[in-house]
């Protein structure tokens, strides 16, 4: 399976075109030595079989879905596991192979066209997404169209570890968000907001993550700030996350060393009206960028 690099003097990422995939970023830690920060898949081939989306784009529609979701004045019956679609099952972007259409030193762009009908959804629907390598940050952008009103929401689902041989636990994490997503035992929205005061979810204060386990999506302040931050004192090494997202599901697996910045808009948005829409119509252009940038703090 091709790799395709991006590189300048400050990070080098690698990418696959299964699942438009960030395999491998390495960013210097403050001895100035280059670690691959992403906790990824040692072959390329291994993401084939996969579960846990590593470093790949989801979409159409990323997150949580009840059946049937609703679409104007339609309801729409959609591919689901006992009532819940995650990550839009079987016909995922993250199981597709992307068209590469540009590829230079700095930047590479993927493409994909999803039919209509997948897995439930309406409209036939063309998405590119942009990796762009500048100084120390990398960027993401996503842009989709569609034929028919559809819901589209993507991210993507790279898992960080600033210090790959330390635990996630030691790291200091910071997110800008006041209120979060109150959530089912499915996982999905009830549509109720939150406060994160006075909950184990409270990182607006830099903290280390320690024993809390996070599969929660925190409503951001768009402030002008970071939505969320992580910081290794092992590596020297400091992420903080933009977006123009309303929201971002941290996530740390129980099973590996990790955490994941998933920024994108409410899950089972098309369910709940007061949440911000995820829909697309034809006249409209799908548009979301993050970008993900680095530092060194040698203290903190």
Known sequence: MKTFQLKNDSIQAEFLAYGAVLHKLWVKDKKGNPINV??????????????????AVIGRFAGRLENPIQIIDQKISIENNEGVL??????????????????????????????KGSSGFP?????LVSYTLKDS???????????????????????????????????????NAD??????????PTGVQNAVEGSPYDFRKERTIAQTQLDDYFIVKQN?????????????????????????????????????FETQKFSNSPNIPHFPTTLIRPEDRYDHQTRFEFSVKDEY
Not at 179 to 188: A, C, D, F, G, R
């Open 123 to 127: 409209g036939s629907v063309k998405a």
């Open 38 to 55: 992403i906790m990824g898949l040692s072959q390329p081939e291994d993401y084939l079989s996969d579960g846990w989306s590593r470093g």
């Open 137 to 175: 940050v990398l960027s993401i952008h996503y842009q989709a169209t569609t034929d028919q009103s559809t819901h589209i929401n993507l991210t993507n689902h790279a898992y960080f570890n600033l210090n790959p041989q330390g635990k996630i636990a030691d790291q200091l994490l910071k997110v």
């Open 86 to 115: 995650l990550h839009s099952g079987s016909s995922g972007w993250n199981k597709k192979v992307w068209e590469v259409e540009k590829h230079n030193s700095d930047q590479i762009q993927f493409s994909i066209r999803c039919p």
């Open 224 to 260: 002008g700030e970071a939505l969320a931050t992580l910081y290794s004192k092992e590596s020297g090494i400091k992420m903080s996350t933009y977006s123009n997202q309303p929201g971002v599901v941290v996530f740390t697996p129980p099973h590996f060393e990790a955490i994941c």
């Open 179 to 188: 209120q979060m997503l109150e959530l089912k035992e499915t996982l999905v």
